[in-house]
Every structure is written in structure tokens, then in C-alpha cells.
């Protein structure tokens, strides 16, 4: 595929780690979204609540004329985006979530523009950097949650989905 701007092709790159995320998803049962690896760890449900939680805020921020990550406090500002977030905990709410936030994040940036993603902001730590760069950070803070996913699916007994296309088209 050509992409005619670095926008273009980070939201590329965001879409195939939404849509692996989305596949592990539909892997699990819908009985096992309780499942935590140890009480003091997130549950299935909980973990995908934080992964919309931060890419709402993420959209949030990243697409205002005046971003700013110190606005609040990190669990204010997650709570500012997050609206009743807490209350889907279903596999279908959930999934349904993973895929509409997405297609609205996608129209965000773009009606924002490329322009807009490389202009400086404050970052977290107080450091200069571009929300495009913010936006790749918040695309790799959801490749390692879909990394966590992926072993819990290891530790109820289930093969994850890439590992099971890999494996199929291995021996196709």
C-alpha cells in the first residue's frame, strides 16, 4: 500500500493493531471476561476498558488546538474522555466499542490534519514533542496491553488468535 502522508500511514499502522486486538477479542469466551491472572491484576473486561479509556483521552487531547496532557491528573483526564466506560463490560458492548471509538478516532485525526499532528505539545513528563509522536505512543500502549491479552488467553488454556493464522497458514 502508498500512502500519500506519515498520517495516513500511522493510522495504517494503528488499524492493524486495533484489528489484531479486535481478533484476540472474539477469541475469548464471553464467560471468561471475568478472568484475571492474580486478584490484584486486571480482569479481561477491566483490561479492555483501559485500552479505550487511553485512546479516547489520547484522541481527545491529540486532536484540540490546545492538547494538554497536565491538564489533570492522569485518572481525571482518563475520566474526562471515558463517560460511562465502566459500565461495558460485556464481550459484544466491548467489542462494538474497540470498533466504533476507533472509526471516530480515524475521522478525528484526519478532520484535524496532518499539519496539526506535527506541531509541538507538552508530553506527560513535561517534554516537548509532536502529537504524531504521541500518537505512535499511544499505538504502541496498545500493542503491549494486546500483548497482555494475548497471555491471559495463554494462561485460561486458549490459542491466540495470530498464533492459530500463523500455525494455519503454516501448514496450509
Same mark, same amino acid.
Do not use: K
Given at each position: 500500500?502508498? !500512502?500519500?502522508t506519515l498520517l495516513e500511514e500511522?493510522?495504517?499502522?494503528?488499524?492493524?493493531v486495533r484489528q489484531g486486538l479486535i481478533r484476540e477479542v472474539e477469541n475469548i469466551p464471553a464467560d471468561r471476561f471475568d478472568f484475571r491472572p492474580t486478584p490484584e491484576v486486571r480482569s479481561v473486561s477491566e483490561l479492555l /476498558?483501559? %485500552?479505550l479509556e487511553v485512546a479516547l483521552m489520547m484522541t481527545g487531547e491529540?486532536? $484540540?488546538?490546545?492538547?494538554? !496532557? $497536565?491538564?489533570?491528573?492522569?485518572?481525571e483526564l482518563l475520566d474526562m474522555y471515558s463517560g460511562d466506560l465502566k459500565s461495558a463490560t460485556s464481550k459484544d458492548r466491548l467489542l462494538d466499542l474497540l470498533r466504533s471509538s476507533f472509526?471516530?478516532?480515524?475521522?478525528?485525526?484526519?478532520?484535524?490534519?496532518?499539519?496539526?499532528? !506535527?506541531? !509541538? %505539545?507538552? $508530553?506527560?513528563?513535561?517534554?516537548?514533542?509532536?502529537r504524531l509522536a504521541w500518537l505512535e505512543h499511544g %499505538?504502541? /500502549?496498545?500493542?503491549?496491553?494486546?500483548?497482555?491479552?494475548?497471555?491471559y488467553e495463554r494462561l485460561m488454556g486458549i490459542e491466540p488468535a495470530l498464533t492459530r493464522q500463523i500455525r494455519e497458514a503454516s501448514e496450509a
Open positions: 500500500m502508498s !500512502f500519500t500511522t493510522l495504517d499502522a494503528w488499524s492493524d /476498558q483501559h %485500552i491529540l486532536t $484540540r488546538p490546545d492538547t494538554n !496532557f $497536565r491538564r489533570a491528573p492522569w485518572p472509526e471516530d478516532a480515524q475521522r478525528r485525526f484526519r478532520d484535524a490534519g496532518e499539519l496539526h499532528m !506535527f506541531q !509541538f %505539545i507538552t $508530553r506527560f513528563d513535561g517534554q516537548p514533542g509532536t %499505538i504502541a /500502549q496498545e500493542m503491549y496491553h494486546r500483548g497482555q491479552l494475548v497471555l
